[in-house]
Structure formats: C-alpha cells, structure tokens
C-alpha cells in the first residue's frame, strides 16, 4: 500500500506533466488527437491521485505506524471516523486533500466541457494540471505522506483533542471545497486569454463553479468563527488571526466578481476587472495556503515552518506572471465600449461595490502582512491586531452595507430622481426611524446606531422587493401571496436568490454589531451558593463536581441562572483533560445558553476543590445567535442561486 | 458624458483617500514592535513601557496560576534570555511547559512584562517538512503511558 500511494503520486506528476504538454501544443498546433491525449491525461492523474488518496486513507485505518504520517497524526485508540480525518490532520496529508479535490473538479470540468469551448480547454486541463502538479510536486520532493520511520513505533501521537469534534473534522475539507473551487473559474479565464476567445460564454459556464466555490468557502469562514465562539473560551469569534483572514480575504474578492461579473454579462463592461478579479481571488487562495504553512506570520494556528514557504511563492509568482502577463496581451481586445455614464446608477453602485469589497480585502492584507513588510522595509518586526482590523473595516463595511441596499434596487445607467423616491422612500424611512430609535436608547457609538439603522435599510428594501414582485405576479396570474412569492423566486432565481443572500449579510451585520457593542463582561470567584450579576440574570454556583468519562477527567461547576428571583436553567462549564500520549491536553468546555436575544456565555477558568470554589468569566453577548441565522439564510439563498433551472436540465448539458 | 465619469473619479478618489487616511490611523494609532525575548533582554532600558509583542517559548516548570485561573506568572524565554510574565485573564487551552508563546503588553519599572495579550500556539497541526529526517534517525515517537 505504501509503495502504491508512493507510485501512484510520483505517477500523477507525470500525467500532469504531459496533459499540460500535449495540451497546449495540440491547442497551439491546433492537433485535436493531442487535445484529446491532453484530457484523457486529466482522467489519468485523477485516478492516480485517488488512489494515492485511498492508499493513505487505508494506511490510517489500518494503524500502519511505520508510516511518519500515520504515526504523528493518528492513535490506536482514536474513534475510527476520527483516523480518517487524520487524512487533513498533517501538512502532507492535507497538501494530498487539495490535490484529491482539485483533480476531482478538473475531470468534472474537463468532462463536463468536452464538446464545448473547444478552443479554451485545452488551456483550461494545461492550468488545472499544473496546480495539481504543483500540489504533488511538494509531496513528493518535500512533504512526503508516504514517508517511513526507521522503526515502527507501537502507537501514534494522536490528534489533538480540539480537532476531534465533528465540526472541526469537517472544516479544513470544506474550505478546500472552496479554495480549490476557485481554480476552475481561473483556469477558464487563462484559457480564454489565452485562446484569444474573449467573448462571454466562458462566463456562463463558470459561473456555477464560481458560486460553489463561493458556497463552499461561505461556509468554511462561518464555521469557523462558530467554533472558535463555541470552543476557544474567550467570548468572541474573529480574532483577525492570519489564517482567517486568509479564508476571508479570497471571499472578498470572489464576492466582488460574483456582483461585477453581473454588470459584464449585461452591459459587457469591466471585462478586464472581471478577470483580474478572478485571477487575484486564485491567487488570494494560493497565498492563503502559503500564509497558513509557511509560518511567515505568527498565527494561533501553529504552521511550524517550513520548507514549503519559497515552493509556494514561486508558484503565486507563476502564477500572478502569467495571469497577468496574459491580461495585458489582451488588453486591447478586452477593452469595452461601454462607458458609466452616472454615478447614481446600478453600474456605478456595483463599482463602488467591488471598489469597497477589494479595498477591505487590501486593508485586511495589508495588517496580515505588516509584520514581513515592516521588517523587509525598517528591519524592525511591527505587528497590527484587532483593533487595527476594527477600526479599518468598520467603515469599509458599513459602506458595504448601505451599497446593498442600494444596487440592486437603484435603475440601469442613470437613476432619475422620481426612480430614486419610488424605490428609497420607505427603506429610508425604515433606516431612520431605527437610527433614531438607537439615539433615543442612548447609544452614542456612531458605528452602532449606523449598522443597525442601514440593516433596517437593507431590510426594508429586500421587503419591499419581494412584496411588490408577488403583489405584482399576484394579481397578474391570480396566484395568492404565498405562491406569488415562491413561483416569482423560483422564476427569478439568481435576483431573489441573491437578495436572501442579502438578507443574510443583514442578519450577520445585526449579530456582529449586537455583539460587539452590547457585550459585558464580568469575572467572579464564588464558594457554592454565592452569585454573581449580570444582565438581567443571577448566577448561583452550585457543586463542583470532578469525575471521569471515558478516559477524560472533566471537572464541572453546576451553576443555576436566576431571572426575576426564579430559577430558569442550568449550565455546566466545564475543564477537560485528556490523557494524551506524551501530555495532558486540557480543553475548556464553555457553557451557552443561547437565544435570540443573547448568549449567556460561561468559563469555568479556575477552581478550587476543598473549598467547592469556581472562577468564573461571564459573557453576555447579544444577538450572536443572529450571526449563525444570517449564515444559514446565507446559504440558502446560495442554494436557489445554484438551483438549475428546469428548462435546461430537460434540454441536457448542450445548452448549458 | 466627461463630466459624469468625472464625477464617478471623484467618488472612487475619495472612498479610497478616506480608507488610506483610516488605515494610517489605525497602524499609527495600534501597532506594536514585535521582539523575540532576547532583543529585548539587551535595550531593556529603552524599551520599557513601549506598546510591544514578544515571541518565545514559556520556560518549564515556570508557569504559576492562581486558583481562579485569571492571574498568571510564568516565564518566556528565548535565545538564552529570559523575561518574566504576568498575565491577568483566562490563558488558552494551548498554554503550558515549552509552548511557543506571544505576548504582547508592556514591560513595567522592575523588567517584569505585563501582558494583555496571550498566545500559545496549538500543539502543531503541521510538522515541518525538514522534521523527517531527523525522524528516520531517531526511528521512534515516544511510546504512550500505559497503554
């Protein structure tokens, strides 16, 4: 098994290597059976880089502990699921996952486009194939998963116990789902600079991949943050760490061509942006895989560094060279015609949309990096955090936020001024009388009272959107309200499906602005019996108990929550420790009592057990739960964007 | 028609203007100089009470914490030098003997850190690629207790 998965890699680069070879001389020399030989190499390197996958999945949920893979990421008596998810669990490993993924979505493409665009794909299989080759490239010279030890030890290291819960594990695979997907709509922009096909019927093919991609990636980022909410203990959920910057940084920009791509597509404008879009979210994707393993930042998430770090620069190099190298080939050809002609228009609110989504992405970048350009610059290391990160993209996103509500509801090159009242006059309203609402509660941060009166805003106007179509489809066809408002999405999918979307992004804006202004903090130690205040509750210690489960020694303080002098619930925070091999690895296990209002949110950060006393940090954090609703609608409305439509399915792929 | 793109210009000039102006302010206003232990063991003088961030390991058996679990002493050190550390909220999962640490804070009159900031890196997820020669030699992972 070890010498297949060996083989099978070394192999795959081989494949790779001629797919890209002969297809790009077949497109060059215009040879359809090279083309052909190309594509089928595709096939080739998928499987074998399956198989290579399936050898290390085999090798992991055999216990095969002469591997160094097996043994520095999994243990004997680890759940199985969770010898699995060791896959990921290493830089080898996980380097074989992206490659897994990549080569699954390249023979998709490749099969899926295998009578269409005839011209791009051979360049499309050439790009795909050199990623993927340079993914097993550093596998097999460098991060090898198939490594042997010298000797076989008798057991593992394990897993860390943090990544053994069922949301972690699922984690990394679903934002590679999400990185990995951006390489396709990549791949196709190069294979229509390169081909010289600029037309727009690449895009519509792209365009599924582009908002699975994005789905994906959506998901990954909010996962996240939910974890660290729920498992790291320390009240919030971003802490602009490097590594979640970097998933949110290709998200920013992939958000900014998903709404500019729209103005192409209508108005065959922002050509050039358009693909520059695309080839910097890839790029963004590549170097977010770099920042994670090269240790070049400091990160909570501990990359050790690596060799891997001037691999992967070389290859963001190769690729911005070439991405952009072929964009200014092109330039001519791309230009558009079309001019802005108003700045109160929707073609300049998806502008100031993509001017004001690139702009946060360039800032988060910017504090991301500040300490390898500080020091490349002064010599000295300097280093920005949160309240950098805060103070930059709160306007930025405010901004965000009102041009959501803005564009889509603002008219095509010049909005007249009878058009603006006919669309704004309510939401505005909306927007106003929760400003004031705000003002009048006492709230003086200008940040909080704007993110909650443009949420109202952007709610009003997605209202007021859904209302008027099914009225209107209503009493055209007869339908009732209900019905109007299904068939008139189902009809309009990607414009109802987006202002869900929207609606989401309110949702989130609600949650990160009720929980970041509103929250309160307190910290008691109490003997058994004793309380604490905070909000409108009294906190009562109980027992302290310790005890043993499963292996894992838990020590839990009871504590009931009193409201208005009555019992309500109780919760259990909690220290875990588990009895790894080398050391003890101690988790905390934070109690939530959540609803839609708040979260009451507790740590049991020290006790004493002859007296019965715990240490408790309190958090009430309001409308947190709002963030994880506005995520689920998020993905929702993603999901009737990427419905397909029945008329196309019936016809088959050929008129896609 | 010139004067309508003009006026788009302007907008676009301005958003962005305004975005560099914040991002000064914040970089001016938060950043911190980043020092491994011994860079600042040797300008102790000078560096006392700047806003800064330190890198190092927490040394063994240093690591002192009061019951309730919000005050912490230990020590971080690095290239030979050493500095100590008190730190007065919840410590990450990750913080124990031989942690890469980073703190950041300000080093008080007596050269002890007082930090507001803490963080201990995960047991790694990644093992450096050049670990697997050195791997190979030694042959063996350590055996689990009692197993």
New interface residues.
Partial sequence: MIELGQICLVLSLATAGYSVAASVLGARRQLPGLIQSGRNAVYATTALVLTAGACLLYLLATDR?EV?YV??NS???MPFVYKLSALW????G?LLLWAMILVIYSAIAAAQNRYRHPALMPYVHATCMTTAAFFVALQVF???PF?????A?????GM?P??QNPAMAIHPPNLYLGYVGFTIPFAFAIGALASGRLDTSWLHTIRRWTIVAWFFLSIGVTLGAQWAYVE???GGYWGWDPVENASLMPWLVATAYLHSVMIEEKKKMLRVWNVVLIISTFALCIFGTFLT?SGIV?S?????????GPMFAGFLALTLAVGFGLVALRLPELKSES?????LSRE?SF??NN??LV?ACF?IL?GTM??VITEAITG??????P??FN??NV??LL?LLLLTGVGPLIAWRRASWGSLQRAFVVPVLAGAVTGVTFLALGVRDFATVMAFALSAFVAGTIVQEFWRGARARGSAGGESFPRALASLTLRNKRRYGGYVIHLGIVCMAVGIAGSSYFQRET?A?LLPGQTVDIGTYRLQLGDLDVYDSSGVQVVSASVVAFQDDRARFRMLPQRHFH?A???E????EVAIRSNLRHDLYL??????IDQG?A?L?VFLNPLVKWIWIGGFVLLLGTIICMWPDRSVSAAGIRNY | ?GI??R??GI??TV??A??VY??I???R???????TVSEIADRQQELTGEPL?V?GQVMAGSID??????FHRFIIEEGGKQIPVVYRD?V???F??EA?A?V?GKLDADGTFQAT?L?A??????????D?PE???A???????G?
């Avoid at chain 1, 909570?300 to 891997?308: I, Q, W, Y």
């Avoid at chain 1, 740590?603 to 004493?608: D, E, H, I, S």
């Avoid at chain 2, 042959?139 to 207790?145: C, M, Q, T, Y």
């Fill in positions: 502990f160094a043994a520095q243990r004997a008596g669990g290493g830089m080898a996980s460098v991060a090898n490594a042997r030890l010298a000797v030890p008798p057991d593992g290291q860390n943090l990544l790291l203990g320390w393993r400091s909570v998430h501990a990359f050790t560094t690596s060799n891997l001019k802005l002609e108003a700045v300049s502008l100031f001017l004001v702009v800032a910017w500040f300490p000295t290391q300097m280093n920005v955090g309240p950098f103070r930059v306007p930025i901004l910290e130690t009895p091999p080398n050391n690895t101690a988790t905390t740590v049991l950060t020290g006790w004493n006393s240490t940090k | 028609m309508r793109r006026q788009v907008a676009v958003i962005l305004a975005v914040v991002m302010v914040g970089m206003d938060t950043m911190v100089y980043y020092y961030r890198a914490s009061d019951d309730s679990g919000l919840v990450p999962d990750t124990q003997d890469e980073v950041e900031f963080m890196k995960c047991p790694s997820k990644y093992e450096a690629a050049t697997y791997y190979r030699e042959g063996v992972v350590a055996p689990a207790k197993r």
